[in-house]
């Protein structure tokens, strides 16, 4: 067997069209679940009753299993409880009508929400309590104080865990494949089987993964410069 | 006018404030002193519901808050009344020294921000920092940052200013350019209460002095009576200590 040095730019022109869903699935699920790790975080963090528990158990659950079993679980599980549902209300929904990406935005928002919650939580311990009481001491409420004063300082401490958070979920989406996603991986895998050439198109796949990843470096630098221009930073 | 009435807190089984009750008079400048532990800070923060006293009754001007039973507007309302000084200035970090002065007033006092940003401005000029409009506190000295949280507290225009120990984290030749800024503002008949280690200032600037101990207030009164002649035997030992006579070298 040769390497088809050729072929490898064939393949990496043909990957170029599952960018957007691999992109689509990691804003989605960081997004969401930047959303849910926040809620999460800050039910722990200020002890709400009944939710600081409900979260503590979310997280160690999902933290507890592999991002593919969440996958898995909802692609089998979700249909059977929304037919239940629909056949029990009367509604004419049928879940074989739902678009398969929806399952992966729904399972890896949730499989991040988890994880978010503890970078969330890291940068609400960064911040110092004196920065709540001169909030409270102005005369801010207590949801402005955290909007306006600690929030923000919580984010800016978290970023370095963001990009972190970002570049995991990028490459975890190529799971997405195993409910016939075609995402980046899924794409290379039919280039690779109809072509039978997989090591080229693994390796086309490979080169795409890391300069998206080189991408979210790079931005992740810049936000940094932009959101810590307040800080002199760390022990430097 | 500031009431304290029956003001207690305790610290699980400690008690740190047993029963204080304390006037202070539009217009006029409290020292609170005392060794640490005495519960001074405790209190400062208890007028501004830092802390949660256990009972007792805090009235600022025609507010009036029952410990023993309120709700969070009432809290809000009372914190309205008054404004802080940190010991830890506990600047906005994310925020530049005139961003820190308009917040509150943005925020909280819903003033436009063409009207906070030309008010701030001028308090920021009041207190000698014209010039640092747009830094962020990480790029300013202590005695700096603690004149921004002077301006903080100012722009808010409350009924009276609490300062804890504000001069405490400083370099000693800082000192001087903070207390002269509280100086000036004592001076324009702004209520303060300040919780303090120096005596020399306390003495100048108060009209009342407040010495506490062991979480009661064991004596006040005007500050050349109590520093020349005080009654209690505690105070008196308290104040030879810190003032030590001449006559040793180190």
């Known amino acids: 067997m040769k390497l088809d040095v050729s072929f490898i730019w064939t393949a990496f022109v043909e990957l170029l069209d599952a960018i957007p869903v691999t992109l689509a699935i990691t804003a989605v699920s960081v997004l969401c679940g930047f959303l849910i790790g926040t809620a999460v975080a800050l039910a722990r963090q200020f002890r709400v009753p009944v939710l600081s528990q409900a979260g503590a158990a979310y997280v160690t659950f999902i933290r507890g299993t592999p991002m593919i079993t969440h996958l898995l679980l909802i692609y089998f599980g979700m249909p059977m409880l929304l037919d239940a549902a629909a056949e029990a209300l009367g509604f004419g929904f049928r879940s074989a009508s739902i678009p398969m990406i929806v399952f992966a935005f729904l399972s890896f928002s949730i499989t991040a929400g988890a994880y978010a919650s503890e970078v969330v939580r890291s940068g609400l311990l960064a911040v110092d309590r004196g920065q709540l009481e001169a909030a409270y001491s102005i005369g801010m409420t207590g949801p402005q104080a955290l909007l306006r004063i600690v929030l923000p300082q919580a984010f800016a401490a978290s970023l370095p865990n963001i990009s972190n958070m970002l570049i995991g979920m990028l490459h975890g989406s190529s799971l997405a494949f195993t409910v016939s996603v075609v995402e980046i991986n899924a794409k290379a895998q039919i280039v690779a089987t109809t072509n039978w050439k997989f090591f080229e198109a693994y390796l086309a796949a490979a080169l795409i993964y890391w300069g998206l990843t080189i991408g979210i470096e790079r931005l992740s630098a810049l936000a940094e410069k932009r959101f810590k221009a307040y800080s002199r930073g760390g022990v430097s | ?250």
């Open chain 2, 1 to 250: 006018m500031i009431a304290l009435s029956g003001i207690k807190k305790s610290f699980g089984k400690n008690e740190v404030l047993s029963g204080i009750d304390l006037k202070v008079n539009r217009g006029e400048v409290v020292a609170i002193l005392g060794p640490s532990g005495s519960g001074k800070t405790t209190l400062l923060r208890c007028i501004n519901y830092l802390e949660k006293p256990d009972s007792g009754v805090i009235s600022i001007g025609d507010f009036k808050l029952n410990c023993r039973q309120h709700g969070k507007k009432d809290v809000h309302a009372l914190r309205q009344k008054s404004a802080m000084v940190f010991q830890q200035y506990n600047l906005f970090r994310h925020k530049t020294a005139l961003e820190n002065v308009m917040e509150g007033l943005v925020v909280v006092r819903k003033v436009s921000k063409a009207e906070a940003r030309e008010r701030s401005i001028a308090l920021l000029e009041k207190v000698g920092l014209g010039a640092k409009l747009n830094a962020y506190p990480s790029e300013l000295s202590g005695g700096q940052q603690q004149r921004v949280g002077i301006a903080r507290a100012l722009a808010l225009n409350p009924e009276v200013i609490l300062f804890d120990e504000p001069t405490s984290a400083l370099d000693p030749e800082l000192v001087g350019e903070v207390l002269s800024v509280i100086r000036q503002i004592a001076e324009e008949g702004i209520t303060m209460i300040i919780v303090t280690h120096e005596m020399g200032f306390a003495q100048e600037v108060a009209n009342h002095v407040v010495f506490m101990d062991g979480g009661v207030i064991v004596e006040e009164g005007e500050p050349k009576q109590l520093f020349r002649y005080p009654k209690e035997e505690r105070t008196q030992q308290f104040l030879k200590r810190i003032t030590p006579e001449a006559g040793y070298s180190i």
